[in-house]
């Protein structure tokens, strides 16, 4: 499925730990492991697309937890889990960064659990830049994969992840 001219098989700079470095291109082998060929892949689409939004200094993570959050807000912490599909702790670890940078803002009344979490206008504003960003990156692994191989993918992704909340609730 993988197209010829494929951005991502490019050398391209690359964040490590808030760095940023120039990738090392190299002959890459599979490993016998389903599970880190999966793995290896996630982190590599997920560093391109962090690429792609450093210059805005977000990560794809804090995009999607401010895109989900547009979506349904006002939200609580347990809503915006059931979401995108995150451990409530994982999430509440995910979104002091959010906090911190003032993109979003919980107007729960003191005393009460129930949080109401939304975006203030930073957060907003930078979804609006980030966007574009996001959409190119989408528009380049598409290329890279094309339409079939993309609608494949999705396919096998959701089956793997159907597969574990099947083996979950045995």
Request: charged residues 25%; positive net charge; proline residues 2%.
């Amino acid at each position: 499925y993988f197209r010829e001219k494929c951005i991502l098989r490019q050398k391209v700079p690359i964040i490590a730990k808030g760095v940023l470095i120039m990738n090392q291109q190299k002959e890459l082998t599979s490993s016998k492991c389903h599970c880190i060929n999966l793995r290896r892949a996630a982190g590599a689409v997920t560093d391109y697309y962090d690429r792609m939004l450093f210059g805005l200094g977000i990560t794809l993570n804090q995009y999607s937890l401010l895109s989900n959050i547009q979506k349904i807000q006002p939200c609580s912490v347990a809503e915006l889990a059931r979401l995108v599909r995150l451990e409530r702790t994982t999430l509440v670890r995910n979104l002091k960064g959010l906090y911190a940078a003032e993109w979003i803002k919980n107007d729960a009344d003191p005393g009460n659990r129930k949080s109401k979490i939304h975006l203030m206008k930073a957060g907003e504003d930078l979804i609006e830049k980030a966007k574009k960003q996001w959409i190119q990156a989408q528009e380049e692994v598409g290329a890279c994969l094309g339409e079939e191989g993309i609608s494949h993918l999705t396919e096998y992704l959701l089956a793997l992840e159907q597969l574990n909340y099947q083996h979950k609730a045995k």
